[in-house]
């Protein structure tokens, strides 16, 4: 960030142009009268052909704006954003760079508020998810039945590809409204189920917000933690494979708390039971799932797409620990498979784990719970061991069948 000292002009004003046209603040007007220099796109550079003020379209790449505006400090600088800048717009490039003291905001209404305005709904409860320039697999992580949500586009990520990834997900019901070219003459707002506008091939404008109602029983997709096992892509039969059961899933990633902002990792990962389930549950955080096994990477692979979690579950392929070496330290760790090599995997992590930072690991053989236990030694932990039986048919009746039981450890790094 350039220190407040170190920038010599006045605050850059970042205006917001809104979709009404001339729907500016005084403030915003004013700034524009008293500026010297004006950075906006070409569309909203033409609007004011009135200002004497010097314009000059936005660098391409965007990466060039710091350096652009840097030329021109000592010059009072306006930049022109489409509705509120401060709602997935360019504000956060310049906060990459600048101090919010020498930034000044004037908000205009953004297209997601005009496209609920149309619709006649309160936009509240709606959760924003921004697909631009994003895979859009990640719907998948947000999705849930009976909610609303404002969905940001791109050519890649269109309303008929967003409907197809709805039907595949089971909410083919859902009620999609297509708002184009809002506060522009050739302005459209249209209503379709997601069923039909899957299967349609239908022009739509570039500039285009959805807004989205889920409907249908869904399939694939969460609501609660505590994914079902066959919901897992293993290469076994559903619910089987190198896959964490759902009730020691749960206990894991509740020794873990996961936070906001945590960097975790889960060595040993398998076909991704544990790391799909913390990305899901924790999305602003990031989870390293490390792997080594060419099939199990596979399917993690596939969980990965599967569930959305394709923004903050990184797959590293290697053998640990030194696939460990190139990974950011982590604040917590599950260890789920060491292929023997539990006690080094145990001492690597631990000289890496940050303080304040939450050790989880596993063990099923007599071996690897010797060296769970040799490691904590005297040190302070936390021990559980669960015992899981399911009911299954044999010979036309109900019998339990048990599971291999779990031993948790679970330690904390002090300062």
């Known amino acids: 960030m350039i220190e407040l000292s170190n920038w010599p002009g006045p605050p850059i004003h970042v205006i917001g142009m809104g979709i009404e046209p001339g729907g500016l603040s005084a403030s915003a007007r004013a700034a524009l009268e008293q500026a010297e220099l004006i950075i906006g796109s070409a569309a909203h550079l033409a609007t004011f052909p009135e200002l004497a003020a010097r314009k000059i379209p936005y660098p391409s790449p965007m990466s060039g704006l710091r350096d652009l505006l840097l030329n021109h400090a000592e010059r009072r600088i306006a930049l022109l954003a489409s509705g509120d800048p401060l709602f997935y717009g360019i504000s956060s490039t310049l906060l990459r760079h600048f101090s919010p003291k020498h930034l000044i905001f004037h908000p205009n209404i953004s297209s997601v508020q005009a496209a609920f305005a149309r619709l006649g709904r309160p936009w509240q409860q709606a959760q924003m998810v921004s697909l ?21 586009t791109d050519r890649e990520n269109s309303p008929t590809a967003i409907a197809q990834l709805l039907v595949d997900a089971g909410f083919g019901e859902s009620n999609l409204w297509v708002a184009e070219d809002l506060g522009m003459p050739g302005e459209r707002f249209r209503h379709f189920q997601a069923h039909d506008l899957a299967g349609m091939e239908i022009e739509v404008s570039p500039l285009n917000v959805v807004i ?152 099923v053989t007599e071996d690897s719970r010797v060296d769970l236990h040799g490691f904590a030694g005297d040190q302070s932990a936390e021990w559980t061991e669960l015992s899981i039986a399911r009911g299954e048919r044999l010979a036309g009746q109900r019998v339990m069948r048990p599971y291999l039981p779990v031993l948790l450890m679970k330690m904390e790094k002090t300062g």
Request: glycine fraction near 14%; aromatic fraction near 6%.
């Open 132 to 152: 631009h320039g994003r895979p859009l697999a990640s719907l998948r992580a947000v999705l849930q039945g009976n909610r609303f949500y404002a969905l940001l």
């Open 212 to 363: 989205l109602e889920t409907r249908g029983p869904g399939s694939v997709l969460p609501e609660f933690p505590g994914i079902p096992d066959e919901r897992f892509s293993t290469g076994a039969e559903p619910g089987k494979g190198l896959l964490s059961k759902r009730e020691v899933r749960l206990t894991i990633l509740s020794l873990l708390s996961p936070r906001a902002g945590d960097i975790g990792w889960d060595v040993g990962a398998g076909c991704g039971g544990v790391s799909v389930e913390w990305a899901c549950w924790n999305p602003h955080g990031e989870v390293y799932a490390i792997e080594c096994h060419p099939e199990r990477l596979e399917h993690l692979g596939i969980n990965r797409e599967r569930f959305g979690v394709v923004n903050n579950l990184h797959i590293t392929s290697g053998v640990a620990p030194e696939a460990l070496a190139e990974l950011p330290n982590p604040q917590a760790v599950f260890i789920g498979g060491s292929s023997g090599n539990l006690r080094a995997m145990l001492e690597a992590v631990w000289a890496r784990l940050q303080p304040g930072g939450r050790l989880v690991a596993s063990a």
